[in-house]
Nanobody
Framework: QVQLVESGGGLVQAGGSLRLSCAVSGRMFSMYAMGWFRQAPGKEREFTAGISSGSITTYADSVKGRFTISRDNAKNTVYLQMNSLTPEDTAVYYC????????WGQGTQVTVSS
């Protein structure tokens, strides 16, 4: 069973930056498409960024130009670099391995103060 552990969340002021990490267990990581989703209070979970096994990236319009997803296959880790954060980015951020069945992490809280 694939396990994912997110880290790097925290409290940051508006305009600041954070980098989230997601460590993934197993030997097949390099073959997985990976994604980051987020869920703000009272809202549904929404797609944030994705990266294919070939490192092709996609982003939600709301984060395009501010967030960067990347992966390090040698470390079985996917990252989300978040810049120019706003209070609207406050959410729990989840990492997901887009395999069958999907594997989700436990989430990491990001809070952006104004």
């Amino acid at each position: 069973q694939v396990q994912l552990v997110e880290s790097g969340g925290g409290l940051v002021q508006a305009g600041g930056s954070l980098r989230l990490s997601c460590a993934v267990s197993g030997r097949m990581f390099s073959m997985y498409a990976m994604g980051w989703f987020r869920q703000a209070p009272g809202k549904e979970r929404e797609f944030t960024a994705g990266i294919s096994s070939g490192s092709i990236t996609t982003y939600a319009d709301s984060v395009k130009g501010r967030f960067t997803i990347s992966r390090d296959n040698a470390k079985n880790t996917v990252y989300l670099q978040m810049n120019s954060l706003t209070p609207e980015d406050t959410a729990v951020y989840y990492c997901v391995a887009l395999i069958k069945p999907e594997a989700w992490g436990q989430g990491t809280q990001v809070t952006v103060s104004s």
